[in-house]
């Protein structure tokens, strides 16, 4: 345990800080895994709707430093690369 004052008080907002990110990062996996799910499935639509919501928490999750920037840039690059696929694959 902190003896200082001031370590005390930052070992409060790291845990809080922690709580937060650890919050974003389950909400960012989930969505982008319903995103492939849907993507796999053939689902256009949800897909979609899917990956544009992903696109933006990752946006969100790169902007407060929960995640790096360039992490975010290849993560929706290889969603986008999906969709374009999905996109251009013909109806069965």
Do not use: H
Not at 1 to 15: E, G, T, W, Y
Not at 43 to 65: F, P, R, T, Y
Not at 67 to 87: D, T, V
């Amino acid at each position: 345990m902190p003896n200082k004052q001031a370590a005390i008080k930052a070992l409060r907002q790291a845990k809080k800080r922690a709580a937060r990110n650890y919050e974003v990062k389950v909400n960012l996996k989930t969505t982008i895994k319903k995103g492939r799910k849907a993507i796999e499935g053939g689902e256009k639509e949800d897909a979609k709707k899917l990956i544009s919501q992903a696109v933006k928490l990752l946006d969100k999750a790169a902007q407060k430093g929960v995640i790096k920037k360039n992490n975010a840039a290849r993560k929706k690059s290889r969603l986008m690369k999906k969709i374009n696929a999905l996109e251009k694959k013909p109806q069965a």
